[in-house]
């Protein structure tokens, strides 16, 4: 059906004895579930390079329905909403800064007239070496460079993102005080750190259904 080799991760959704699911590079296909006898498809026509920003293959996991509408999030950061009954698309909207390595895997949610959908990038927008520093043992260099690492970017060239788009200088220092005061113990600090900085790979944005 999908006419691809590619990965195929959706979750569908069955509605009045339609069966949505999506397929790779954010393709649409609309069901009878009874048959199987295809009734639409859609393609959002994803530019080829757009696959090198996702990190786990150019996959979709899903769409959300509304009041008529299917809602589908695509790999190069569009919203585009569809109409049930034939698939031809009623509005779409940018969601991601084209310019940016972003992209939309996860399936929408609707809630109370608004569609919630997050995004991926940190996992490739941020490289290290390899290596996963462990941040309590981090050299007297680097916290007497705590701001211009974090903020200012200075180390960017070896994979450190700059946060000054997330964080003020205030939350900069916080986060350098719980480094220090946690340093050369309690188990578990990065994977809490991790948790934390993880609300910025995937960040949700709510958009008018209809």
Request: some cysteine; hydrophobic content about 40%.
């Amino acid at each position: 059906m999908t006419g691809t080799k590619r990965g195929l991760e959706s979750t569908p959704l069955v509605i009045d004895g339609v069966l949505y699911a999506t397929g790779s590079w954010s393709r649409v296909y609309a069901l009878d579930a009874a048959s199987g006898r295809e009734l639409w498809r859609f393609d959002p026509e994803v530019p080829g390079w757009k696959g090198r920003n996702v990190c786990c293959d150019v996959v979709n996991r899903g769409v959300a329905a509304w009041k008529g509408r299917i809602y589908l999030g695509t790999i190069d950061g569009r919203l585009i909403a569809l109409d049930a009954a034939t698939g031809k698309p009623d509005w779409e909207v940018q969601t991601t800064d084209p310019g940016q390595p972003y992209s939309i895997t996860g399936a929408p949610r609707v809630v109370k007239g608004r569609v919630i959908i997050g995004n991926g990038g940190a996992d490739l927008g941020v490289r290290s070496s390899g290596l996963y520093p462990d941040l309590r043992k981090s050299s007297r260099a680097v916290h007497d460079s705590w701001n211009e690492i974090v903020l200012g970017g200075s180390l960017q060239a070896g994979g450190m993102a700059s946060f000054a788009d997330h964080l003020t200088g205030k939350q900069a220092q916080q986060i350098h005080a719980y480094v220090l005061a946690r340093s050369h113990h309690e188990p578990g600090l990065l994977e809490r750190a991790a948790r934390w900085i993880g609300r910025y790979a995937c960040i949700p944005v709510a958009w008018a259904a209809d």
